[in-house]
């Protein structure tokens, strides 16, 4: 219930590509679906976030793409570039006492040139 | 620049021996959280915070502790009694009840217990 699942685990793409990452969830109580990137080394850091009332969200390369019947989102990402080699976390985010979000488990992208 | 700060970057320890790791703030953000990251296992909430003195246990917080005596600081504290603690923590900050505001992430502290 309190899940999120994501896959890839990891994906390697060519440059110019397109890098398409999965998530799924169950509990319907999630309102805010956001995208964290992680690059080595680093914290994460909001990529790009979608509220289920929007079956679409462009921003730059970036689409999340938003299915509420199948309770699917997904991460798009257009002309992939060597520097968007990082790992991507979906998330879901439930108004609860506090904002709890709840992260998927990671898809490491690697794209090559 | 506003941000949060994570220190140390690595942090070596002996089994057995109690360790903080530090988490500042300067984006004056009421609500502060702990992580932990492990491969193929996400991010998994620890510990937080969303106001000066008083925390809540996140979903795995066996083995750790927290203070929050100031709003900027919210040190970790990873307990002998924690049977797994090599990871890499981040520790987080958000606007409180602020809608959709997003996590603001420090650039983390890997611990090794060995």
């Known amino acids: 219930q309190q899940q999120v699942k994501q896959s890839p685990q990891s994906l390697i793409v060519q440059k110019g590509g397109i890098s398409i990452i999965n998530c799924a969830y169950e509990?319907?109580?999630?309102?805010?679906f956001p995208w964290y990137q992680q690059f080595p080394g680093k914290g994460p850091a909001l990529l790009i976030a979608?509220?289920?009332?929007?079956s679409e969200k462009k921003e730059g390369r970036f689409t999340i793409s938003f299915n509420k019947s199948a309770k699917q989102f997904s991460l798009h990402i257009m002309d992939s570039q060597p520097g968007d080699s990082a790992t991507y976390f979906c998330?879901?985010?439930?108004?609860?006492?506090?904002?709890?979000?709840?992260f998927g488990p990671g898809t490491s992208l690697s794209v090559i040139p | 620049d506003g941000g949060i700060t994570q220190s140390p970057k690595y942090l070596f320890r002996k089994e057995g021996q109690n360790v903080t790791l530090s988490c500042e703030q300067n984006?004056?953000?009421?609500?502060m959280y702990w992580y932990r990251q492990d491969p193929g296992q996400g991010l998994r909430l620890i510990y937080y915070?969303?106001?000066?003195?008083?925390?809540q246990k996140g979903d795995i917080a066996e083995g750790y502790s927290v203070s929050r005596e100031k709003k900027e600081s919210f040190p970790l504290t990873v307990t002998s009694a924690q049977k797994n603690p090599t990871a890499f923590y981040l520790c987080?900050?958000?606007?409180?009840?602020?809608?959709?505001?997003?996590?603001?992430f420090g650039n983390g502290t890997r611990l090794t217990v060995t």
């Open positions: 987080a900050s958000s606007i409180k009840g602020f809608g959709n505001s997003p996590l603001h």
């Open positions: 509990n319907t109580a999630f309102d805010y």
């Open positions: 979608i509220r289920p009332d929007v």
């Open positions: 998330a879901a985010r439930k108004k609860t006492s506090y904002d709890k979000v709840i």
């Open positions: 984006l004056n953000h009421d609500a």
């Open positions: 915070s969303q106001i000066v003195n008083d925390f």
